[in-house]
Each structure stands twice: as C-alpha cells, then as structure tokens.
C-alpha cells in the first residue's frame, strides 16, 4: 500500500533535535547567563510590580481613598 516512502533524516536537524534533548545536561552558567536571569527573571518582574503599584496608588489618590496595602 503505502512502502517505499522513506524520509531521508537531515544531518543537522537530527543534531540540533539531539542537543534540545539534552539542553539541562550541557548548559553552563556563565557570566552572559547570570546577567539574563537577572534582568529578564528579576528586574523586569520587579519593575512591572512596581509600575502597577504605583498605577493603582495614582488611581487611588484620584478617587480620593487610602492606598491599598501591598507586600
């Protein structure tokens, strides 16, 4: 019915599916790496926080109530 349809595996690709497989396994902390996490997994979240805060507070003092209580 359907033989004779074989895929030709491409090299790279095959490589590059085997290294996604094993990315925990390689990776390496390096100085670029520390300084990723820290802005994208620290200061940006911290300073979406902060802007909401503070969007929330203009809000409140507009409506002329009390801030709200945040951590």
Request: no cysteine; glycine share 12%; net charge positive.
């Amino acid at each position: 019915m359907g033989g004779g349809m074989e895929a030709n595996k491409n090299k790279f690709i095959e490589e590059w599916g085997s290294v996604r497989e094993n990315l925990e396994h390689n990776f390496r902390w390096t100085r670029r790496n520390f300084a990723l996490v820290g802005i994208f997994g620290i200061a940006i979240p911290i300073l979406v926080y902060k802007g909401i805060v503070r969007d929330f507070h203009m809000q409140d003092e507009d409506a002329g109530r009390p801030y709200r209580k945040f951590i």
